[in-house]
């Protein structure tokens, strides 16, 4: 049965490193909370309990179905709150222009639990549903038309950057045969033709042989990490000093996005070692709070699986 995609659900998204971004971004009274990526609220739940009806709440999600879970939210926040819809780097950078101010900022990067577990939304190779994969379902680009229309040569490069699939080359070559006698339309039709592209004895063994394709095609559509790159200056503008940013990653790329740019920003100092004294006058930016990342403990892996990839940075703007 298919979950009632009006009606927000308290099994629709379990928050990862819960307890760690609370701590860690350490709210307080009066303060502001901005979640960039509120689906369907379970960290927002937990941190506004620390405002103690002090405070304010900004929710951003481009993705149009969390206006239920904000409206269970908002009865029961008890501070100010409000929702913005639309890409979080497009509205962050809106916000930081406007001049408006933060003192957390949480990204929870990647596809959510609500959209996953609701198979017409086309993201999960488990289950066979129109080839979709947009956070924005208003937006105009999907899966169907990226692996219907993209050269060969495209789709290479894109099964290779954005899900490191080793196999790039042949699953790029089989879709582009396959699509020649039938367009695809379903999950269930891509899936198989992965499967059949690569060898057997890799078709076992580290997950779902669709998993990395998947990956790949649904950062591609909905251009994740060039919207990571692009929100984390204007996040970082929108904090106050002492201000806290989050980031929640579940894969490599995103994560090494995160870490590249907290140490730049964190460096002060640019110039060139021999330099005597420094005429960059460069200060630091932010300092790293977590010079590594934090990952789930053994128990909350054990209780959500889907939480064993997750990484967490958090950096603090510098006063």
């Not at 990526?37 to 999600?61: C, N, P, Q, Y």
């Not at 481009?62 to 879970?69: A, F, L, N």
């Not at 957390?104 to 596809?111: F, K, R, S, Y």
Request: proline content about 7%; charged content about 30%.
């Amino acid at each position: 049965m298919l979950p009632n995609v009006l009606q927000p659900n308290t099994t629709d998204h379990v928050p990862v490193l819960a307890d760690e971004v609370r701590e860690l971004l350490a709210l307080e009274p009066g303060q502001t909370l901005v979640d960039g990526t509120f689906g369907a609220g379970g960290h927002a739940s937990l941190l506004v309990r620390d405002l103690k009806g002090e405070g304010k709440v900004i929710a951003i999600d481009r993705d149009p179905s969390v206006r239920p879970y904000f409206e269970r939210f908002r009865r029961t926040a008890g501070v100010s709150t409000r929702v913005l819809r639309g890409d979080f780097s497009i509205i962050l950078e809106q916000l930081a222009e406007n001049g408006v101010r933060a003192d957390a900022i949480l990204l929870d990067l990647g596809v959510s639990s609500m959209q996953l577990d609701r198979p017409e939304r086309g993201f999960s190779y488990a289950a066979d549903a129109p080839l979709d994969m947009r956070m924005d379902p208003s937006a105009e680009y999907s899966a169907r038309e990226l692996v219907n229309e993209a050269s060969e040569r495209e789709l290479e490069q894109i099964f290779r950057r954005y899900g490191e699939e080793r196999f790039a080359r042949q699953i790029a070559r089989a879709i582009t045969r396959r699509r020649r006698q039938h367009p695809f339309e379903r999950t269930a039709e891509l899936v198989d033709t992965i499967k059949a592209s690569i060898p057997a004895p890799a078709r076992f063994g580290d997950g779902h042989p669709a998993k990395r394709v998947f990956q790949a095609l649904r950062i591609a559509v909905n251009e994740e990490l060039d919207a990571l790159e692009a929100a984390l200056p204007a996040a970082i503008e929108m904090l106050r000093p002492g201000g806290r940013i989050a980031v929640i990653s579940f894969q490599s790329l995103e994560d090494r996005i995160v870490k590249h740019y907290f140490r730049e920003e964190a460096r002060g100092c640019t110039c060139p070692p021999d330099f005597p004294i420094c005429v960059c006058g460069r200060d630091p930016v932010l300092r790293v709070l977590t010079p590594r990342p934090v990952r789930p403990s053994a128990r909350e892996t054990a209780l959500n699986p889907r939480a064993a990839s997750a990484r967490l940075r958090v950096a603090e703007k510098t006063k």
